[in-house]
């Protein structure tokens, strides 16, 4: 065997299947639909339909709907991944990597890499199109990136439970509903789109129990005081708890495929 | 090097929920050659092939390839082989070239090599043309090529192909096995499943047929033809109404059972020299006789004698 072998190194695979991950969006570009169309369309239906009901205009709404959309947004993109994991399983490709004397966890992790360029992606999107909407936060250019990297964290960190569904799931299909109505009910029964005081009892009930309220909660704070609150520092502590939680249980979830 | 086997397989077992798919199976593999795990439909062979490379936990037995087990040293194992699945394992969604790319650099070539690597199996593939289109634009020849081109890339001295001529037209299908006997002739051990008894008779050297996850026989495909019997002798009877009269003929002179089906007769001689005096008799009695063929025992024969297929 004149090919040389520099064995399994989890960094290198991990790196060549994100590649790969990135190259499969590329050459598909119904994969961006979610990360880039949506949010836009979402911005500018919400937008301009609601804002007039809600906030009595587009312009006062979009402090709250800027946010709302981003971390819609990063739901639906963070649940690309579970119906992606099962399609990869579901074909022959993943026979071979699993064939291949490469770093097993690898493939899992090459996903939820390339995840977060998608929900980079997301972000600037969602951000850009609320800006052209006339949407300019007060504070300055640094904390819109400081929510923008909250969202994207959130985003991943939420990735790994769909991840976890994706890999226990029996097809791309059940996936793909199952996270489709995960996304709706979170974001919808949120103070995403209305604010909560609107809501009756009970739905304001829900409202409280959902993380998203928290982390939009966060966000709109960061965004009209300029400064680290303590709702974004429990939203961080969050997302390292999902983390530290499922990720250990996508990679058992895996192991057993 | 020669006295170690390229495959030992020893009371491989595996159970889905009640169902024993692959049952007490053993077989050992010799460097160099070609074998074939031959059976119909369903009855275990890539249950096997998936346990031997790995992607699947035996419930019993074990796999060792070039004397090394496959679950003690997996990684050991693995880095041995090549292997083709039954449903082209190449990313739909890439060129590829970029599949070639991904899979040498998975296979811990450096950047450098792994471009080198992907050029030459793109020429000895002759996939140079298409290389950079999506694989969505491939025929199946064209997808089996490049999945067989991917388990190449670390040149693999021992390679597993599941089926590799499954749905492909016959033209495409020749010249797979061209490229399988290349193979060979470099020095690889190849282990092939196929439900082809064609396939099996020209490529194999040696052959298990498997039923119902059992090993039923296994032979070289010369071995197993002749343990089925001699000549078979087919005719028609030119009337309906002496099939009977025909059939009383044939007993008396073949001891073998005599298989009709409508006015179709078909007998297993022991010797060619019975032929004669069959025709002989027949013609004295009167029975005109259609579509005479006089055949070699094939791998068919062999099939249909040792397995009962899925129901």
Redesign the interface.
Known sequence: ?????????VI??TA??A??NL??TV??PDNFMDVVIQPVLFMLMFGYLFGGAIAGGVQAYLPTIVPGILIQTMLSAGSGSGAQIREDLD????????????AHI?PLAGQLFADSLRLLIATITSLTTGYLMGWRPAVGFGWVVAIGLLAIFTGWALSWIFALLGLLAKSAGAVQSASLMTMLVLSFMSNAFVPLHSLTKPLQFVAHLNPVTYVITAIRQILATGSWTHEALLVVVFDVAVVAVFAPLAVWAYDRN | MSAINAIEVSHLTKKFGQKTVVDDISFNVRQGEVFGLLGPNGAGKTTTL?MM???LKADAGHVKIFGHDTVKEG??A??M?G?T???????????AR?NLM??S??????RQ?AKQ?TTELLTEFSLENSADK?LKNFSGGMRRRLDLA?SL?????LIFLDEPTTGLDPRTRTQMWATIRQLVKQGSTVILTTQYLDEADQLADNLAIIDHGKVVKMGTPAELKQQVGGTKLNFTVGQATQVTAAVNLLTSQVPNTIQRTGQRLSVRLNQVTELTPILASLKQAKIAIDHLSVQEPSLDDVFMDLTVGKN
């Open positions: 065997m004149d090919v040389k072998m520099h064995g399994g190194n290198m695979n060549t299947m590649y790969r190259l499969k050459h598909n074909s022959g490709v993943f026979d071979r990597f699993k064939s291949l004397p490469m690898a | 998936r490379t790995t992607l990684r050991l693995r880095s082989f292997l699945g039954q449903y082209a394992s190449v990313d739909e969604d890439i060129s970029e991904i899979f650099r998975l296979n811990g070539l450096s090599d690597r999506a991917v890339i670390t040149r693999p001295t």
